[in-house]
């Protein structure tokens, strides 16, 4: 009898070990075709009745398995894993990308454009959790959330080679966003689909985590509040911000306008807490109510409003985190730019349209150097804000611009006419910007007038532009911002990558084929066409409009950089550039093109008149270029005794090898690559990025898929080399070990075509069904962390390859 019994409990205790693992100790079989779903029945009894805690076991989870894809706006079926007001929002079926809708579409932006669950379900979104359940079978059965993390541990992924055909993880694929009545066919058609998606399983304890939170009813982790060191600075701010007097009430409309999509930080507070500039309906001392409108300069209202900062309550992705730093020193410079100077401002300018959008207009009243400084004292934050901006998709803005070049830009305090108050104030009305019209349907009324105000404005800097007496090249150095000397927003990079891009300070890569310099108007309009004014919910004429526009202000910055090159070269540069395009162009589009027959700038010594302008642009703005940190341009190191003594120093030197590969064989690269260097020690470890810059005969093609358009120029490809991480859409990870350097190196450099690359990738890469695959990502996000406790964020892995 005691041995019945003792081995009956033996078998309890078997069945309650399997239960605490995986195993399903439901009596259904384990079908997801079943007219039941089936559940973990093992989980759900061993889950414990206290509430397990968000922040600590179940935020780490979401964030490096979930929110990695489902962070930012274009996360699948809108639904955004970020935060716990976006699981309680739920799921959607309507896209946010859509460039053929006539109409625009109602906005969905989480935290602003509803505050309830109740008001998403009215916008059309429905549920991923369970909403009415009376047990905890039920807090499972109704959970699609569950139901998909089930579904992939029914139908694990494969663990070896390229994903299977039918995982479709191109941006553009069809999305299918499954209700919890929808589920059971989505299962049969789509088995291979369940979460995380097209991604190796979550690992035994990950999933028993999750599940067991959804058992308990995923229930909502408190209220984040300001910590004690940001509470007297959000006083003194929200002080500052709401001033009575007419003169402060315009600044802090100009700076919230500017500021309405950055994450601040504040002096001596956590490098994860951060808040937002809103408009709110209710003043300091009273929970904040958000006023939403569609762009930052829309009428909020005839009501009393208040400039409120409001802690940003979700997970950092890095696609969508643009950092601004508040600080008593920066009041003291908003004093010193916008209050201490003595202007009038008689009245307030209205929230019509054709003035708020117009900040030309709209802040006449504030002194242009001032607006300038202010912009130059952040650009590179300025300059993110078109690159991440509001959107995660950027083809509008991005498919205008290069892959690779520089910026800099001109000095406030020079005698130039975009530096005049007095021009400014005349062409005004030739500033105009494309979102004063909202959507739009008569798309060639439109480009016809805005084609006009920038031929018009051209013609005034073009009259300008003449009178200027011919200077060498150091006297016309002067012209370019230093930074003061220390500012390191002087000098940017940008990378842009198809719909995708990253600022960094200095300048990075190889000498670029195009650089802009930017003055005041050309960095205001590009704020307030990208940015301010831009509407990713907008319709096929608002989105067109917009990227035909942002063609003037990238050819307007270009033309910047021509003006200091001699006559002759700088024909010939610009026709390069375009291949034509402009060459017949009308200048009713183009702009009047005296002006490249007007010899300003004299002095050049060489037959590359170019590259001789870029090292005059680097020994002005010297160490804020970032001298020889850029693999590109600096020589290969050795040790004390001439050898390559260190890892690091090996890893350098193979990374300067790479970086020359140029031209065809860079066509199988991905476009963005983090690789992972390895020493022996863990803690050691050190990483670099691997960028291709695509070359284009022009960048004019008016939104063409990149990868249907004819004019590549794939022999002009270059790759550059940083040191760190870079950029927010890793496409490939690889891991070298060691040992490992000088084959990894040889083997890459010598790629020829994707089949060699798909070898390569099988020896060095970390393909989306490695075992690793979720340790490497982890790796790469704690150590942009370490580099960047402020700035970091979570790398987006929708773009990652399928090599």
């Not at 041995?3 to 997801?32: D, I, N, T």
């Not at 559940?39 to 990695?68: A, Q, S």
């Not at 694929?173 to 088995?191: M, T």
Request: charged share 25%; glycine share 6%.
């Amino acid at each position: 009898m005691i041995s019945v019994r003792l081995s009956s409990m033996l078998m309890l205790l078997a069945l309650l070990a399997a239960c605490l693992g995986l195993s399903s100790c439901s009596s259904k079989p384990v079908s997801p075709l079943s007219k039941q779903v089936d559940l973990d029945y093992g989980l759900m009894v061993t889950t414990p009745e206290e509430p397990m805690l968000y922040g600590e076991r179940i935020k780490p989870v979401l964030e490096r398995r979930c929110v990695v894809c489902h962070g930012c706006v274009d996360a699948p079926c809108q639904l955004k894993l970020s935060s716990h007001e976006g699981l309680s929002r739920g799921a959607s079926k309507e896209r946010v990308y859509n460039g053929e809708r006539i109409t625009g579409a109602a906005p969905s932006r989480l935290f602003i454009d509803a505050s309830t669950t109740a008001e998403w379900r009215a916008r059309g979104f429905y549920p991923v959790l369970a909403e009415a359940a009376h047990n905890k079978e039920d807090n499972l059965r109704q959970s699609v959330m569950y139901q998909m993390l089930r579904l992939k541990q029914l139908h694990p992924q494969a663990r070896t080679g390229k994903l299977s055909q039918d995982l479709d993880i191109s941006l553009g694929r069809e999305q299918v966003c499954p209700k919890r009545d929808e589920f059971e066919d989505f299962s049969k058609e789509h088995p291979s689909w369940g979460m995380p998606y097209a991604m190796p399983n979550l690992s035994d304890a990950e999933y028993k985590t999750l599940v067991q939170w959804l058992v308990q009813g995923a229930p909502e982790p408190p209220a984040m509040q300001p910590s004690a060191a940001a509470t007297a600075q959000i006083k003194d701010w929200e002080t500052f911000f709401n001033g009575q007097i007419n003169k402060q009430q315009l600044v802090s409309r100009y700076i919230y306008e500017h500021l309405f999509q950055a994450h601040l930080h504040f002096e001596d507070t956590g490098a994860r807490e951060f808040y937002r500039l809103v408009r709110s309906s209710t003043p300091p001392g009273q929970p904040i109510q958000e006023i939403a409108t569609l762009r930052p300069f829309d009428d909020p209202g005839s009501a009393a409003f208040y400039y409120r900062l409001r802690i940003y309550n979700a997970s950092i992705v890095v696609k969508s985190h643009m950092v601004y730093e508040l600080s008593p020193q920066r009041m003291a410079r908003y004093r010193e730019l916008f209050i201490t100077p003595e202007y009038s401002v008689t009245e307030l300018p209205s929230y019509e349209p054709h003035i708020s959008s117009n900040p030309f207009v709209a802040f006449r009243p504030i002194p242009v150097k001032s607006r300038y400084r202010f912009l130059l004292d952040d650009a590179h934050f300025i300059i993110e804000g078109f690159i991440k901006g509001p959107v995660c998709r950027g083809q509008i803005a991005l498919n205008v611009i290069e892959d690779q070049f520089w910026v800099v830009f001109f000095d406030p305090d020079k005698d130039l006419s975009s530096n005049h108050p007095e021009f400014l104030d005349a062409n005004a009305k030739y500033l105009e910007l494309p979102s004063e019209k909202g959507d739009l349907l008569r798309i060639k009324k439109a480009w016809n007038e805005y084609a006009g105000y920038q031929r018009d404005y051209m013609n005034a800097r073009q009259a300008w532009f003449e009178k200027i007496p011919e200077m060498d090249i150091d006297s016309a150095m002067k012209h370019i911002w230093d930074g003061d000397g220390t500012n390191p927003n002087a000098a940017l990079t940008i990378f842009r990558h198809f719909d995708s891009a990253s600022v960094r300070n200095g300048f990075a890569g190889d000498f670029p084929e195009s650089a802009w310099i930017i003055d005041y108007p050309l960095l205001e309009r590009i704020h307030y066409l990208l940015v301010a004014g831009f509407n990713v919910y907008g319709n096929v004429g608002h989105q067109l409009i917009t990227r035909l526009y942002m063609d003037f202000l990238r050819m307007e910055g270009e033309d910047n950089f021509l003006a200091f090159l001699p006559v002759g070269p700088r024909k010939e540069i610009m026709h390069s550039w375009y291949v034509g395009v402009r060459t017949g162009m009308d200048e009713s589009i183009g702009g009047p093109m005296e002006w490249l027959d007007v010899e300003v700038v004299t002095g050049y010594k060489t037959d590359d008149p170019q590259r001789e302008l870029y090292d005059h642009i680097e020994n002005r703005l010297g160490p804020l270029t970032g001298g020889l940190n850029y693999l590109d341009r600096y020589e290969q190191t050795t040790g004390t005794d001439g050898q390559t003594d260190t890892i690091e120093q090996q890893a350098n030197n193979a990374m300067h090898t790479i970086a020359d590969i140029k031209g065809e064989r860079l066509r199988a690269f991905p476009d963005v690559a983090f690789v992972r260097i390895k020493t022996g020690n863990p803690e050691t470890d050190f990483a670099y990025t691997l960028i291709r810059n695509k070359a284009y005969l022009s960048v004019t093609s008016l939104l063409a898929d990149e990868s249907k358009r004819d004019n590549r120029d794939y022999a002009h490809d270059t790759l550059t080399v940083v040191r760190g991480l870079e950029g927010s859409y890793p496409n490939f990870f690889f891991v070298v070990e060691p040992d490992e350097l000088e084959d990894f190196t040889s083997r890459l450099v010598n790629i020829k075509t994707l089949d060699e690359y798909e070898r390569f990738a099988g020896i060095y890469g970390i393909r989306r069904t490695n075992d690793s695959f979720w340790e490497t990502a982890d790796w790469f996000q704690d150590e942009y962390a370490e580099q960047a406790p402020v700035e970091s964020g979570l790398f987006d892995l929708n773009r990652y390859a399928n090599r």
